[in-house]
Nanobody
Framework: QERLVESGGAWVQPGGSLRLSCAASGIFFNIYTIDWYRQAPGKQRDLVATITSSALPSYADSVKGRFTISRDNAKDTAYLQMNNLKPEDTAVYYC????????????WGQGTQVTVSS
């Protein structure tokens, strides 16, 4: 069965760093585009970063230069390295796996909470 599991969320002080992981199972991970989204309380879910099957990354303007998305196909896992965290980065972070050939094959994780405060 297809499954994504995020981990690595925590409380951190401003300026700190975290690395989120998104472990996939039940899918041919190598071909999937992986997105990281986040959703703050009372706000819509926003795209933060994307990495294609060929490891081409892209980022929202709000995180450029601070966040790095990567993937390890041997481990069926994607990562989001977050540096210089700000209070406005506080949100639940979700990963999404999108099959580039079949739009219906889209899978979400359950989310992991990131809280940035002093």
């Amino acid at each position: 069965q297809e499954r994504l599991v995020e981990s690595g969320g925590a409380w951190v002080q401003p300026g700190g760093s975290l690395r989120l992981s998104c472990a996939a199972s039940g899918i041919f991970f190598n071909i999937y585009t992986i997105d990281w989204y986040r959703q703050a309380p009372g706000k819509q879910r926003d795209l933060v970063a994307t990495i294609t099957s060929s490891a081409l990354p892209s980022y929202a303007d709000s995180v450029k230069g601070r966040f790095t998305i990567s993937r390890d196909n041997a481990k069926d896992t994607a990562y989001l390295q977050m540096n210089n965290l700000k209070p406005e980065d506080t949100a639940v972070y979700y990963c999404k796996a999108q099959n580039p050939f079949t739009a219906t094959r889209t899978y979400w994780g359950q989310g992991t909470q990131v809280t940035v405060s002093s």
